[in-house]
């Protein structure tokens, strides 16, 4: 029947909705600039979300951790492929996303008699100079998107766009030092998560999901001081752990991926927060 073109669109959209729903419960990731290079951060229970694809590109996910794990396998081999057959620099994070990730997930998610990548993926990839830093997102129908200075990935657009505001409302933060950098990355880290949070409860409460969604996450108005972002951190990370890794600009050696060990996480983190133990 789905050879029927509106009988695909409705199969389509169904499936949209089927992975919206899957999101909702997910762990918001950030990706900032800032003085030492690139930091990544999300809040994670055991699994890794946070992995280095090559010297200067690292990779961070939301979703089915099994789909996570299959799309890194492949990048991976993918840029040692690229890297041994061409050079080093011409793994780039364009190249990865455009030729391997979005092919990938766009032919899952319209092939709509086989199971959709259950993912969205954020290459954060440090560039020869802060204003070359690149990041690039992509969703689970394999839209993908470049940005500056920052991305991130939430269960919505609106979500994404909310912690975005919250990091671009600190003038220079792309030039904070690195204990500064991560309390600012959590504090967006909690805007995203309770985004999500009042856009689940708006959902439960309205049948007319799409509507209530964007309108929770999106009012601005709503988002809390610093101080309760971060009690908001303190009581999430109570039964987790704080992920976070750094593409440090200055690092030795050509691999600039630096995941930070537990010790040295705790000195960066507000009093009350644990690091996860690195991948």
């Not at 997910?26 to 809040?43: F, N, R």
Request: glycine fraction near 8%.
């Amino acid at each position: 029947m789905y050879e029927e073109p509106y009988r695909w669109i409705e199969a389509v959209g169904n499936r949209r909705h089927y992975l919206d729903e899957q999101f909702t419960k997910g762990a918001p990731v950030v990706a900032s600039a800032c003085a030492d290079g690139i930091l990544m951060l999300t809040v994670s229970r055991g699994t890794p979300k946070l992995y280095e694809i090559y010297d200067r590109i690292a990779l961070g996910g939301m979703g089915h951790p099994a789909d996570l794990e299959k799309l890194r396998f492949s990048l991976l081999e993918m840029a040692h492929v690229e890297g041994f057959n061409r050079s080093p620099s011409d793994v780039t994070g364009a190249r990865l996303m455009k030729y391997g990730l979005a092919p990938a997930i766009k032919q899952a998610f319209e092939e709509i008699y086989k199971a959709p990548f259950i993912v969205k993926i954020l290459l954060a990839e440090l560039g020869t100079r802060p204003e070359r830093d690149l990041f690039l997102t992509i969703n689970y129908d394999g839209t993908f998107e470049e940005s500056r200075r920052w991305a991130s990935l939430g269960a919505t657009a609106a979500v994404q766009a909310q912690m975005g505001r919250y990091l671009e409302s600190h003038t220079g933060f792309e030039q904070a030092p690195l204990k500064q950098a991560v309390e600012m990355a959590l504090c967006a880290w909690a805007v995203g998560s309770l985004a999500q949070a009042a856009a689940d409860a708006a959902d439960e409460e309205d049948t007319s999901a799409s509507t209530s969604v964007d309108k929770a996450a999106g009012d601005a108005s709503s988002v809390p001081d610093k101080a309760s972002l971060l009690a908001h951190v303190r009581q999430t990370v109570a039964e987790k752990s704080v992920e976070c890794i750094l593409l440090e600009r200055n690092g030795p050696g050509s691999s600039k991926y630096r995941a930070f060990r537990p010790e040295e996480l705790g000195d960066l983190l507000p009093s009350g927060m644990r690091a996860a133990n690195p991948a």
